[in-house]
């Protein structure tokens, strides 16, 4: 009888404890992977990134058609949106010294579909390695290998903000 009462008061305690923690779960989570001996990225969940070929007028800048010359840009169903934004999610890639390189960019729209904000979330461009999450409460957490860190805040405006002291 004891054991059984033990028992009780033991999963009691730990459905407490795992309730309790945080339920965030990432919007995208962007890796960075060797695969025969090259950089790679892989992302969760899995979407299918489209080229834009109807709405690139609403969806990219004057940057972006410069960059369309020479990469392949593509772009995911929103990962978020409410009244007021849209956060879609960019991966643009090119071809360069025998290797792609790979780039994911969280760009902001207002309700009227102008962009309101960006920031890389994930790179290998250049010297460039960083991997990047966004996660449900809209923060974007970039990690780069050189042990830099930056954390970001999407705003209820689509605004999006670095954050200090975090």
């Known amino acids: 009888m004891r054991t059984i009462k033990t028992t009780w008061v033991i999963l009691f305690i730990s459905t ?16 960075i992977v060797e695969k ?8 969760v969940p899995n979407f299918d990134f489209e080229e834009v070929i109807d709405s690139a007028q609403y969806l990219f800048n004057e940057k972006d058609y410069q960059r369309l010359l020479i990469s392949e840009i593509k772009v995911a169903p929103p990962i978020f949106q409410n ?3 849209k956060v879609r999610v960019f991966t643009r890639s090119i071809f360069v010294e025998n290797k792609y390189e790979h780039g994911f960019l969280i760009r902001t ?10 920031k890389v979330l994930a790179s290998t461009f250049g010297d460039l390695s960083c991997e990047g999450r966004v996660t449900s409460d ?12 930056t954390i970001a805040q999407i705003e209820e405006d689509g605004s999006i903000n670095i954050l200090e002291n975090e």
Not at 109 to 118: H, L, M, P, Q
């Open 138 to 149: 809209l923060r974007i957490i970039t990690d780069c290998v050189d042990g830099e860190e």
């Open 36 to 43: 025969d001996g090259l950089e790679n990225m892989t992302y």
């Open 83 to 85: 009244d007021i934004i």
């Open 16 to 31: 407490l404890l795992f309730s309790c923690q945080s339920n965030k779960k990432d919007l995208i989570n962007v890796k």
């Open 109 to 118: 729209y207002s309700k009227d579909g102008k962009i309101k904000d960006e």
